[in-house]
């Protein structure tokens, strides 16, 4: 928290270079990353047992980066994590503006819902990045917003293995359009590694009907709030 202070304070924090889903419609509003490197490494060593236990497997830590500052009207188009390497993360939410509106995670899960989670500071989310589709199409209405992300892989994990089963996944006509309007199905556009359905409200149209989440008052430190709301 403290370096994200001097971050917030500085003039000479950077602005994220690295390619990511964030839209380019704000440039002048793009995350800036506070420089964080020697705290990340710690954060990746230390929250490994927590992953290991919530996921069941003994994992590789891949790497972990922050702390990124969401800007006003900054969103977070749709999408899914890189499946060789991002396959256990987490998002630990380190502060935001106290007077900035809650800007919820959207993700959805493997049931089929579209959850909006709303985290508040110190509190982390793990979920499975390479496989549920999760971000923050809804544009941030507050002066800062920021996190630090980790990322994991299992140690018996067959990278070629996995990009071979999905390659073969894909079926041979996959890029035919279908011949005019198909009623009941919402246009959907890739824009990069992101996805996004411009006919819908915010751009993603589960956002029509969704679950949210937020921390229970009687949720303590350590404890962990389950997808299906046990504690």
């Given at each position: 928290?403290?370096?994200?202070?001097?971050?917030?304070?500085?003039?000479?924090?950077?602005?994220?270079?690295?390619?990511?889903?964030?839209?380019?419609?704000?440039?002048?509003?793009?995350?800036?990353?506070?420089?964080?490197?020697?705290?990340?490494?710690?954060?990746?060593?230390?929250?490994?047992?927590?992953?290991?236990?919530?996921?069941?497997?003994?994992?590789?830590?891949?790497?972990?980066?922050?702390?990124?500052?969401?800007?006003?009207e900054?969103?977070?188009?749709?999408?899914?994590?890189?499946?060789?390497?991002?396959?256990?993360?987490s998002?630990?939410?380190?502060?935001?503006?106290?007077?900035?509106?809650?800007?919820?995670?959207?993700?959805?899960?493997?049931?089929?819902?579209?959850?909006?989670v709303?985290?508040?500071?110190?509190?982390?989310?793990?979920?499975?990045?390479?496989?549920?589709?999760?971000?923050?199409?809804?544009?941030?209405?507050?002066?800062?917003?920021?996190?630090?992300?980790?990322?994991?892989y299992?140690?018996?994990?067959?990278?070629?293995?996995?990009?071979?089963?999905?390659?073969?996944?894909?079926?041979?006509?996959?890029?035919?359009?279908?011949?005019?309007?198909?009623?009941?199905?919402?246009?959907?556009?890739?824009?990069?590694?992101?996805?996004?359905?411009?006919?819908?409200?915010h751009?993603?149209?589960?956002?029509?009907?969704?679950?949210?989440?937020?921390?229970?008052?009687?949720?303590?430190?350590?404890?962990?709030?389950?997808?299906?709301?046990?504690?």
């Amino acid at each position: 928290l403290e370096n994200l202070k001097r971050g917030l304070a500085s003039d000479d924090t950077p602005v994220e270079e690295h390619e990511h889903p964030v839209t380019n419609e704000y440039p002048s509003e793009l995350p800036l990353m506070v420089p964080n490197d020697e705290l990340n490494l710690r954060a990746m060593k230390e929250l490994l047992p927590i992953h290991e236990a919530w996921s069941g497997v003994k994992l590789i830590a891949n790497n972990a980066y922050g702390l990124r500052v969401y800007r006003n009207e900054s969103n977070l188009q749709m999408h899914i994590d890189e499946a060789s390497t991002h396959i256990i993360s987490s998002i630990l939410h380190v502060g935001h503006d106290p007077e900035g509106e809650p800007w919820p995670l959207v993700i959805e899960d493997f049931y089929g819902n579209t959850n909006e989670v709303f985290l508040e500071t110190g509190d982390m989310l793990l979920y499975e990045s390479s496989k549920c589709f999760h971000g923050r199409p809804k544009r941030y209405n507050g002066k800062w917003y920021s996190s630090l992300f980790t990322h994991y892989y299992p140690e018996d994990w067959d990278e070629e293995y996995i990009n071979m089963e999905t390659h073969y996944r894909i079926p041979p006509e996959w890029d035919e359009l279908p011949e005019g309007e198909v009623e009941g199905l919402e246009p959907l556009e890739v824009v990069e590694t992101s996805f996004q359905e411009p006919s819908c409200e915010h751009q993603w149209c589960g956002l029509k009907e969704t679950k949210k989440w937020e921390q229970p008052e009687e949720l303590e430190f350590g404890q962990v709030l389950s997808g299906d709301a046990k504690i």
